[in-house]
Nanobody, 122 residues
Framework: QVQLVESGGGLVETGGSLRLSCAAS????????IGWYRQAAGKEREPVVG???????VYADSVKGRFTISRDNAKNTVYLQMNNLRPEDTGVYYC????????????????WGQGTQVIVSS
């Protein structure tokens, strides 16, 4: 099927930067959109940013001006550059591939990665 693998998380001080990657692999014909979500301890998962296959983006207000998403369609990989990180950015970051069309059957599914931990120390 399809696998999403996130990488790039870690521990960083306030004001620091991290770059997350999300690589999709498997029987993929196309991916409509890929989004990043995060979940802090004790809180619900929330959307951070998304990007469509055409390059349109939408950011959560809390990360505008600090986070930048980019996409390499040829590699089915999405990057999240996170600058000026704050303690409230701490959480597990998940990527999600939305409306993935399978090359084998033409069916559409959504897929989630396993998450990568981001910790911003104050």
């Amino acid at each position: 099927q399809v696998q999403l693998v996130e990488s790039g998380g870690g521990l960083v001080e306030t004001g620091g930067s991290l770059r997350l990657s999300c690589a999709a692999s498997g029987s993929i014909f196309s991916i409509n959109a890929i989004g990043w979500y995060r979940q802090a301890a004790g809180k619900e998962r929330e959307p951070v940013v998304g990007i469509t296959s055409g390059g349109s983006t939408v950011y959560a207000d809390s990360v505008k001006g600090r986070f930048t998403i980019s996409r390499d369609n040829a590699k089915n990989t999405v990057y999240l550059q996170m600058n000026n990180l704050r303690p409230e950015d701490t959480g597990v970051y998940y990527c999600a591939a939305i409306r993935v069309v399978l090359a084998t059957t033409g069916e559409q599914f959504d897929y989630w990665g396993q998450g990568t931990q981001v910790i911003v120390s104050s």
